[in-house]
């Protein structure tokens, strides 16, 4: 079984296109409007989805220039003047011409003073991009699925698939570059031989799982592997382990799930990740500070451990947090002179320093590290509390879905008409499986067994028509957003549009 919810910026019309294809191939999935492919989907045989994998596949590079050469870069192979193109760009009222420097890797993406750096992308190469992704409609096992995926080119994504005879898999698809030298985060020089890339890797070189039977594997955007794999695929900054940690420990509290189980999982919003960040505030309200009103430290105590719309305990924990990382980031990045920059995660930084509690690393004006927590704690119910009482501020008031159309951006009085309802939603944008904010979300939920279509559950934001006067228009929301399940595959057929060829 595989539950797959790819989670995107969230308006209307979707993002999504559902498709029901009887020929060549049985197949159930979604599509991308306007493009010849199946997204994610199922073919009786076979089942997948995708998520981002936050691989690194592009490097930065600082030019060599030579001194006496005007435009001129050092390479490998001797000296190379860059390529000069003009764009003219027409708009009302004018035009503009604009110049774009590119060298062998690549475009220059900036230039400080005499310095140049360069982005050297895999989507700068032809063979990056291809329709290989139609060969998933037509695989039957898993292996022959990972296979399509690690020869397609495509964006470099996470495929998870799992297929009628009970394989489970994992792969990342698209083009690897096969560096020379280790993947950095900071510019490289490739001016000399034995640096840069050297094409792009074989199938058989990309990570990949598989297990045969009564496997169970997840990713929600997190690191997936190590060691000389996790040298292949780099870091474009992994999300944190807490989701993926919350959906391997719901995968394995039991032997057998269904299609709702799984639906379950996808939709939960338990707040494990920030109970350290509750049991912190609790004793800095308890502590001589008391910083919090007791309506407020009650609130805290029964939070409920989930970010569940009728809670004002979870809203009061989340806002703490956010408020010592915003202090703790700004004198952070102020401190290493990284202001708008950071290369780390400042979450864990900021962990660290509050369990040591260093006093020269101490944030100014605060006199100790229980005075900057009670400063937090109370600019965070004075926030709350700045348009109504306490008790109004749950966090479905604060999380309510904004699921609009861009013209209603500019023209808000058509906002009735345009946008979807706006609904408290559950979940968080972050370090739950629900992840789930005004505007961004699952942008598709499907549970599907392959082979077993007609059990499937599929979730959307909107409707399939982009057309507001349209019954379908809205169609599908309200599940979406109650998590009530809906089937994956059509009812009967109520309308017929028959396309034919112009005489």
């Known amino acids: 079984m595989l539950a797959s919810d790819m989670h995107l910026g969230l308006r209307i019309p979707t993002t999504w296109y559902r498709v029901l294809l009887e020929e060549p191939n049985w197949i159930v999935g979604v599509t991308l409007p306007g493009t010849p492919l199946i997204i994610c989907g199922s073919n009786r045989h076979v089942a997948w989805g995708f998520t981002n994998s936050y691989a690194d596949f592009g490097d930065v590079v600082e030019l060599k220039m030579v001194p006496d050469q005007q435009g001129y870069y050092e390479t490998p192979d001797g000296n190379e003047a860059l390529t000069i193109y003009r764009e003219t760009i027409s708009y009302p009222g004018g035009r503009e011409t604009v110049s774009y420097e590119w060298s062998r890797w690549g475009p220059v993406v900036k230039q400080d003073g005499e310095r140049r750096f360069v982005h050297r992308w895999v989507g700068h190469d032809a063979e990056a991009f291809d329709v290989n992704l139609w060969a998933f409609e037509s695989t039957t096992s898993v292996t022959e699925l990972l296979d399509a995926a690690n020869r397609a080119g495509m964006p470099h994504n996470n495929v998870m698939a799992v297929d009628s005879a009970g394989q489970v898999g994992w792969t990342v698809c698209g083009r690897f570059p096969k560096r020379l030298q280790p993947c950095s985060v900071v510019p490289q020089d490739w001016s000399q031989p034995g640096t840069g890339w050297d094409g792009y890797r074989a199938p058989h070189e990309i990570p990949r799982r598989e297990i045969a039977t009564n496997g ?55 707040a494990k990740f920030l109970k350290p960040w509750q049991e912190l505030l609790l004793d800095i309200a ?118 609009d159309h861009p013209i209603s951006r500019s023209v808000p009085w058509l906002g009735s008409w345009l946008n979807m309802p706006s609904v408290e939603l559950p979940g968080d944008r972050q370090n739950m499986p629900l992840i789930q904010g005004p505007s961004f979300g699952a942008s598709m939920r499907m549970v599907v067994v392959p082979g077993e279509e007609e059990r499937g559950i599929y979730h959307q934001p909107g409707g399939q028509s982009g057309h507001f006067l349209s019954p379908y228009y809205r169609a599908g929301f309200m599940d979406w957003a109650n998590g009530t399940p809906s089937p994956l595959l059509p009812g009967p057929a109520r309308h017929r549009l028959d396309l034919l060829p112009a005489k």
């Open 216 to 270: 169970r594997l997840w990713t929600a955007n997190n690191r997936v592997v190590g060691g000389e794999e996790l040298k292949l695929l780099g870091t474009q900054g992994y999300d944190p382990g807490a989701r993926a940690t919350q959906i391997r420990d719901r995968l394995l509290e039991a032997e057998t799930f269904d299609e709702r189980d799984f639906l379950a999982i996808q939709r939960d919003h338990e």
């Open 286 to 403: 308890r502590s001589d500070a008391t910083p919090l009103s007791s309506e407020a430290v009650s609130f805290v105590e029964n939070w409920g451990e989930a970010a569940s719309i009728d809670s004002v305990g979870y809203r009061i924990v989340n806002g703490f947090r956010a408020r010592v990382l915003q202090v703790m980031t700004e004198a952070i990045e102020k401190r290493v002179g990284l202001k708008g920059k950071p290369i780390m995660s400042l979450e864990d930084v900021t962990v660290q320093l509050l369990d040591e509690r260093p006093l020269h690393w101490l944030p100014e004006p605060y006199e100790s590290w229980d005075s900057l927590l009670a400063d937090a704690a109370r600019w965070v119910e004075a926030e709350l509390t700045k348009t109504g009482p306490l008790e109004a501020a749950t966090w479905g008031a604060r999380n309510r879905s904004a699921v």
